[in-house]
């Protein structure tokens, strides 16, 4: 267990090679400011999902809530229009979010990488942690995407490919 100095959050896991640049005291701090807003809320709401699917597997249909029928029906309602590294989505790619998948995603021209922190990821603490590191900082210092460089990629190195992240819980 370490606790990290200036904040009260205890880490239980194991601290790997770079879990350092993940975990830093500012992301730390923000965690701990979002439990404090919204801990009784995201509990809250995994009790209400517990007994929804508490009846549900007791039989009861599971149609959308009547609550939302208005959003549902309104005519005015629309999706936003997708980003715009978005639009071309000829090639996608929904992996787990480790080094390897996402190299060969770089490696194998798609359009689109679906970072997915669900299905396709088991949670051990290394996955989660790992996986959270996805995003290159802006020098691409820490950036699992680092070592593949020297890859060579079947579209042009001009071209960017996006990565859209699936968290957990979506």
């Known amino acids: 267990m370490t606790t990290h100095p200036g904040t009260r959050i205890e880490i239980l ?9 993940i975990l830093t005291p500012d992301a730390l701090r923000l965690l ?3 439990h404090d807003k919204f801990g009784e809320r995201r509990l809250a709401a995994l009790e209400r999902g517990r007994a929804r699917r508490e009846r549900i597997e007791a039989g009861a249909d599971p149609r959308f809530l009547v609550e939302t029928t208005a959003i549902r029906e309104a005519s005015e309602w629309r ?7 978005l639009t071309r989505r000829i090639v996608e790619i929904v ?5 390897r ?5 770089l490696a194998s021209g ?3 990488w679906v970072a997915d922190h669900e299905d396709g990821l088991s949670p051990t603490w290394s996955n989660i942690v790992e996986g959270s590191s996805i995003s290159p900082t802006p020098s691409g210092a820490g950036s699992p995407c680092r070592s593949t460089r020297g890859a060579r990629a079947r579209r042009s190195p001009a071209r960017r490919r996006s990565c859209s992240v699936r968290a957990a819980g979506t």
């Not at 896991?13 to 640049?21: F, H, K, S, T, V």
């Not at 999706?79 to 590294?85: E, H, Q, R, S």
């Open 13 to 21: 896991g194991a601290l790997d090679e770079r879990y350092e640049e």
């Open 32 to 34: 701990a400011a979002l």
């Open 79 to 85: 999706v936003a229009a997708p980003a715009p590294g």
């Open 95 to 99: 992996g787990p979010t480790d080094r």
């Open 101 to 105: 998948t996402v190299q060969a995603m």
């Open 110 to 112: 798609a359009d689109v």
